[in-house]
């Protein structure tokens, strides 16, 4: 596709309906660059030329047939994708357009797949915008931070406020699923009354779903040598917590996990799939990965990941008959092994596992992170979901620990769900870190 044109909507896609019998899988590709580092972040990602952007994409295009070939996508769709960054607008359409294509070739995807892009105002023209519409991006994530120009040059960002608001113009006639804003509280010289100013004015924009996290001043960042102890003090990130959660919930605004808030039926779909513990793949530079419940991760120096991505491609070669019956893919098996799709007889018995890292994760690992990823979401966790999963009541494994937070008053018990309440959303880590087991 040449730039300045529109791409064909869901060109080389294979779309299903729900209901097939496929597993949905979350689907993320990181693209790690951006225009500069901002002050505060430790996230994988640096600036980059033009050309080694395309390189990045091709090794990208390349991963994604590798997983095919190794049968990592058999009996799965895709029910979501997260480009993620970074700055996945400094990517061109045509680029993005390789990547969504490559991936629908490969994997089914489902007819109301949620596709989501991150993108930060100055990095996108309105030409791109409709570009970005047109290949099939759904939901987008807008990284604005603060709409008050001080704050943002404070955090180091590219942008003011003036271009967000030409951004969201932009997106008016595009009619996307869900917008998004990313904001920040605890920001240095924030006060309540300039968080008051941002959120009002993001709200009078009406998008359908606000994140706003907490700035963690994090270690190896310009910030941490200026703010070592945070940028702002415990009370005053409380008080600003607060405020966003009152008047964002007063605004027509449910929220539906710790930093995340929602009219309904906009929730983000893909990031309740981390939270659900749902099967997900990542792409790229050291995305991480759940899949039938072993965790693993790719590298992130360009170098490793670039030659992972080569023994992936080379390590198979030979049949799955000539490896033996333990490396044919789950669900092959019982067919026969002359049912194996051609892709899948790649070496699942590679030496040396292609990854940075890898832990197959124990069923007291499993109910652990059930546990304190479930809780982030404010409605909770489940009873009847943890015993059809784990055949315990979740008493029996938690039972002391439940107590103790319920007569805390950090912890409710409602309608077959333990969730945290208002005062243990606020204290959150605390909570979670006593259901490790």
Not at 209 to 221: K, M
Not at 225 to 234: N, R, S, T
Not at 394 to 408: A, C, P, R, S, T
């Amino acid at each position: 596709m040449k730039e300045g044109t529109s791409a064909k909507a869901g060109e080389g896609w294979m779309r299903t309906e729900s209901g097939t019998g496929k597993k949905p899988l979350g689907v993320y590709v990181h693209i790690p660059f951006c225009v500069r580092k901002c002050l505060y972040c430790d996230f994988l990602s640096a600036p980059a030329s033009g050309e080694r952007i395309e390189h990045y994409v091709n090794l990208l295009l390349r991963e994604m047939q590798a997983s095919a070939d190794m049968g990592q996508l058999q009996n799965y769709e895709a029910a979501t994708v997260y480009l993620g960054g970074g700055t996945p607008s400094l990517l061109t359409a045509r680029q993005l357009d390789l990547i969504l294509c490559k991936l629908g070739t490969l994997l089914p995807f489902r007819a109301d797949a949620e596709i989501s892009m991150e993108m930060n105002p100055g990095t996108v023209t309105r030409q791109q915008l409709a570009d970005i519409r047109s290949i099939g991006i759904n939901r987008i994530s807008i990284g604005v931070q603060s709409l008050q120009d001080d704050e943002l040059a404070a955090l180091g960002r590219i942008h003011r406020a003036a271009e967000v608001y030409h951004l969201w113009e932009w997106t008016e006639p595009l009619q996307f699923r869900s917008r998004s804003l990313d904001l920040m509280s605890g920001i240095p010289g924030q006060t309540k009354e300039s968080l008051r100013a941002t959120l009002k004015r993001a709200v009078s924009l009406a998008p359908e779903h606000l994140s706003v996290y907490s700035l963690i001043v994090e270690e190896g960042t310009p910030f941490y040598e200026q703010y070592p102890d945070g940028a702002v003090d415990e009370d005053t990130d409380r008080r600003l917590y607060a405020l966003t959660k009152v008047f964002l919930q007063a605004h027509g605004y449910e929220r539906y996990e710790i930093s995340s808030y929602a009219r309904d039926g906009h929730a983000c779909r893909h990031n309740l799939t981390y939270w659900m513990r749902g099967d997900y793949l990542g792409f790229g530079l050291g995305a991480a990965s759940l899949m039938k419940e072993v965790r693993f991760r790719n590298a992130a120096g360009m170098t490793q990941y670039e030659e992972d991505i080569a023994a992936r491609e080379t390590c198979g070669g030979e049949s799955v008959r000539q490896q033996g019956v333990d490396s044919v893919p789950e669900g092959a098996r019982q067919q026969g092994e002359d049912s194996v799709p051609e892709g899948a007889r790649q070496a699942k018995a590679c030496p040396v596992f292609p990854y940075a890292e890898r832990e197959a994760l124990s069923v007291e690992d499993r109910m652990a992170e059930t546990m304190f990823l479930g809780l982030r979401m404010t409605k909770g966790v489940s009873e009847q979901a943890f015993r059809g999963q784990f055949g315990y009541d979740m008493q029996e494994i938690y039972g002391n620990v439940l107590k103790k937070h319920m007569k805390d008053g950090l912890l409710a018990h409602e309608n077959g769900f333990f969730h945290l309440t208002e005062r243990g959303l606020d204290v959150s880590n605390y909570v979670m870190a006593d259901f490790l087991l």
